[in-house]
């Protein structure tokens, strides 16, 4: 990559990072964990992919109030990591798992013409390509602890 392709991942890095940090501190500091995450998991069990909603409705719900502060954490953590650029393809991996979660229930549109099933989630699915860039880009080199850490270690 040149230097300015690296300053744009760079860029978007931390700015994906800024948006995973608001998201879970959101989370983590409203009714999110305070209960608000247990309807929207019912909500979600009732219009998600039946697998996915008997798994919604036999452990998430009845553990909500833990779940709700895994994802707050989870998306804090990976907001942190993004910030920073530490670990950024590990971080990168987790935030693609968290929305891959969300997309469960987000895609399921039985017996809706395909072109609903390629927009439904659609925000989630290009942060999804988002992450994956920024996990091949190795955008943590560049203006993050990753780059320091690997020029320490020669």
Not at 122 to 127: G, Q, R
Request: hydrophobic share 55%; glycine share 14%.
């Amino acid at each position: 990559m040149t230097f300015g392709e690296k300053r744009a991942a760079a860029a978007v890095r931390i700015a994906t990072g800024l948006i995973f940090f608001a998201e879970g501190f959101s989370k983590a500091t409203g009714t999110f964990v305070r209960g608000g995450f247990a309807e929207d998991a019912r909500e979600i069990a009732a219009r998600s992919w039946p697998v996915w909603g008997r798994f919604l409705r036999g452990f998430v719900v009845p553990n909500a109030t833990a779940v709700g502060w895994l994802v707050a954490l989870g998306e804090l953590a990976v907001g942190v990591a993004l910030l920073l650029g530490l670990l950024t393809r590990w971080a990168c991996a987790g935030g693609m798992v968290l929305l891959a979660t969300f997309l469960l229930g987000q895609w399921y549109v039985p017996g809706k013409p395909w072109h609903e099933w390629i927009t439904a989630g659609l925000t989630t699915k290009f942060a999804l390509l988002l992450l994956l860039l920024l996990a091949v880009a190795d955008a943590g080199r560049k203006w993050g602890l990753d780059g320091r850490r690997r020029a320490g270690a020669r």
